[in-house]
Structures are given as C-alpha cells and as structure tokens.
C-alpha cells in the first residue's frame, strides 16, 4: 500500500478549457497580425491539438497544409518561434481579461490537497508564462507558490507524449513514481504520465472523449463537485461523486 504524497497536474484542458476559446484564438491573433491569412477553426485546430506544442503545431500546419511555404523574413525557425511569441502574448491576455475559468472540481481538490497536506506539481507542454498567468488569474497570486514544481514547455527536449517532463517532475519532487498521481486529459498526456509509470486519472474534454486511455487508473467527465457529480466513463471510483484525495488515494491502493 503505497501513500498519496503527490498530485501532478496538467493544464491545458485539465485546469481549465484552455484550448478552443484561449490558445486557437490567440494563434488566429498572431496569424492575423502577420498578414497570414491561415485561420483555424475549431474543427481544424482538434485535429492539430494531436500536435503538443505551439510552435511544433505551427511547424506542422505549414509542412501539411501550406507546401512551399516561404517566410516573410529571416528562416523558418525564427519566424515560426516569433510568430508563438506573439500567440503567447494574446494568450496571457486572453488570461487577464479573465476569459478562462478553471473547470469544475478544480479548485476544490486543489484546496484538499492543499489541507492534507499532498503536494502539488504541473507537467505541462505549454509555456511557463502561459502557466502563471492562468494560475494568478483563476487563484490568485499566491497560488504560483502552492506548486513545488512548475514543469512547463521547452524544459525538457520532447514534448508530451514523451514522459520526459514528468520523469522532470519526479527528479525535482525527489519521489518515486508509486507515490503519485498524475491527472491528464488527453491520450497524448496519458502516454507520457504512464510512460513515467505514474498512475494517471482523466478528465476528459470535447476535443478528447474520443481519445484511447488505454492503461489509466479512471477516466470520469470532469473532476465534479458533490452537488454536481462527474460521470464515470471508465474505470472504478468506488460511489464517490467528485474527485478527491480520498478518492486518489484509493486508487494508489488499487
Ligand atoms: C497542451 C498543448 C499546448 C497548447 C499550446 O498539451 O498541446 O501546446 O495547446 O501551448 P498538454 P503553447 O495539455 O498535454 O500539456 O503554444 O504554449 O505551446
Ligand atoms: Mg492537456
């Protein structure tokens, strides 16, 4: 029987519904302000998010969908980590303005963990910035130092599915993976949680009901509240109605 000692988060769709109404918008400014014509609709950008990394997902677009594509100034590498600078800057923003609240259930388990004294880290492929600028407008400043570890973007080399940045996380926490659970939403996200060997939990979104969770431990709508449960989709949750360190720590004994 193994004890809770900490909760690796991810962010983006995990948190907060970060993708279709913060990142794609502000990828969209960017273009915009480049005199690009690209636009990525919300369809198209489901299929792109297979892609981790904003500037890997833009790399991607141009060789798949613009062929013979030439910059308007200096390589392609620059130009494609200029035009993501500028994303990052309409994406913290968007954040400021307050446009994106975190998902149900969120904050509450956060506070449990908090309370119970679990620690907390993030293993995320998005920025750094993009990070702090979510936590400080969603929980407030203070919130930055409740994380022992911020494990974020070009931190590690690859990006998920690799499980490099949680294996990054795991260093800095100085923890074995059997004492953590990782929560994730995505397939991409599993794979590198389980690549880890951290047990992992999903919280699915709408651009990943239909992904393969194939290896983790509970796969559940959305972290849920008590009067406003989750549904289970996969997996064991025991009755429980929101996720929980109780919860968490019956699934590490599982
Ligand atoms: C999130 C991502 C990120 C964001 C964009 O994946 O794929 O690329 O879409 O962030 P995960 P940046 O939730 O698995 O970490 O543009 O800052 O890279
Ligand atoms: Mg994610």
Redesign the pocket.
Same mark, same amino acid.
């Given at each position: 029987m193994s004890g809770l000692e900490a909760i690796i988060f991810?962010?983006? =769709?995990?948190l907060a519904d970060?993708?279709r109404d913060g @990142?794609r918008v $502000?990828?969209n400014c960017a273009f915009n302000d480049e005199g690009l014509d690209w636009n990525w609709a919300p369809e198209l950008y489901g299929k792109l998010?297979q892609? *981790? &990394? =904003? !500037? #890997?997902?833009i790399q991607f677009y141009i060789n798949n969908y613009c062929p013979g594509f030439v910059p308007s100034s200096g390589e392609l590498k620059s130009f494609v980590a200029e035009l @993501?600078a500028s !994303? +990052?800057h309409y994406?913290v923003q968007l954040l400021k303005e307050g446009k994106i609240p975190l998902r149900v259930g969120v904050k509450r388990l956060i506070d449990d963990a908090r309370k119970q004294g679990v620690r907390l880290a993030i $293993? +995320? *492929?998005?920025?750094r910035?993009?990070v702090t600028a979510l936590l400080e407008s969603t929980l407030g400043a203070d919130s930055l130092s409740w994380f022992e570890v911020i494990a974020a &973007?070009d931190i590690v080399p690859l !990006? !998920?599915p690799d499980p490099a940045?949680y294996r990054y996380v795991l260093e800095q926490l100085n923890l074995e993976p059997h004492v953590c659970l990782a929560v #994730?939403? %995505?397939a991409? &996200?599993v794979k %590198?949680s389980l690549g880890a060997n951290i047990k992992t939990v999903v919280t699915v979104n709408a651009y990943t009901e239909n992904d393969d969770f194939s290896g983790a431990s509970l796969v559940i709508s959305d972290m849920g509240e008590e009067a406003d449960p989750f549904k289970l989709l996969d997996g064991y949750a025991k009755g429980a109605r929101c996720l929980d360190v109780s919860l968490l720590q019956e699934i590490m004994n599982q």
């Open positions: 991810d962010v983006d =769709g995990t970060t993708e @990142h $502000a990828f998010l892609i *981790t &990394g =904003g !500037k #890997e997902r @993501h !994303k +990052t994406y $293993a +995320t *492929t998005t920025t910035e993009n &973007g !990006k !998920k940045i #994730e939403d %995505s991409n &996200g %590198s």
